[in-house]
Each structure stands twice: as C-alpha cells, then as structure tokens.
C-alpha cells in the first residue's frame, strides 16, 4: 500500500504529529479541521456559522490540493462542542455539499482541540 501526504499553505497547518491530508488507494482522507484562520494561525471571534464557513474552507483547500473537490466528498464527520448548533451547521454545510450528498455523522463532543466549537473530518474520492 502506498500513500502520499497532501499538504498546503490554503489550510491550517498540523499542530501536532500529523498530516493535513493522506492519499491512499485512490481515496483523501483529511485530518480534522478546526475553524482556524491559514493566514493567522488563530481561531477567529464569530458566530458558529462563522466557524462553519472556515471549517469548510480548510477543507476545500486540502481537497484542491489533492486535485479534487467537494463534489467529490464521500464521507464527513462533524464533531460539536454544542449538539445545539447543528442546524446552523447543517445550513452552513448545504452551502458547500450539493446531492448526492456525501454520507455524515454528527456527534456532541465534551471538548475540541483549542476549545474549537466546531471539527470536520472527510473522505473524498479521487
């Protein structure tokens, strides 16, 4: 099995012993993004929705550099420090994910990485 690491500058780097993104049979699995800033490395004041936005676009980034897009997303998994945003969230993540969408899970989680409201975590195919 052969793998490769994607990363980019459009996206926030690692904070720890990871990559941004690994390609592997034909598939991009990411890393969780927070909704941090590239440009700042800081997670910026604003609404969940926000955050969303730049959740999103971190994401869009990995997949641009690993030669793909959203479109072609076929799993995410959104982590929540307030299960009470998911309907902010789930108008946020229409705005970037058109049908077929890709398959999701949700979850509540007791904290983030950086107090992060919001993580997401997807698989694209290539």
Same mark, same amino acid.
């Given at each position: ?9 459009? %996206?926030? =780097? /690692? ?5 941004? +993104? &690994?390609?592997?049979?034909?598939? *991009? ?33 990995? %997949?641009? =550099? /690993? ?5 072609? +997303? &076929?799993?995410?998994?959104?982590? *929540? ?46």
């Amino acid at each position: 099995m052969s793998k490769k690491t994607i990363k980019t500058d459009r %996206a926030p =780097a /690692a904070i720890g012993p990871y990559s941004q +993104a &690994v390609v592997s049979n034909g598939l *991009l699995f990411t890393s969780g993004q927070l909704p941090i800033d590239p440009a700042t490395g800081k997670i910026p004041d604003g609404s969940i929705e926000d955050k969303a936005h730049m959740v999103f676009k971190n994401l869009e980034a990995i %997949a641009t =550099a /690993a030669g793909t897009t959203l479109d072609n +997303a &076929v799993k995410t998994t959104v982590y *929540l420090a307030d299960i009470a945003n998911f309907q902010a969230v789930n108008n946020v993540y229409a705005h970037y994910f058109k049908e077929p969408y890709p398959a999701r899970s949700a979850f509540q989680v007791a904290a983030l990485p950086l107090g992060a409201d919001i993580e997401v975590e997807a698989i694209f195919q290539l």
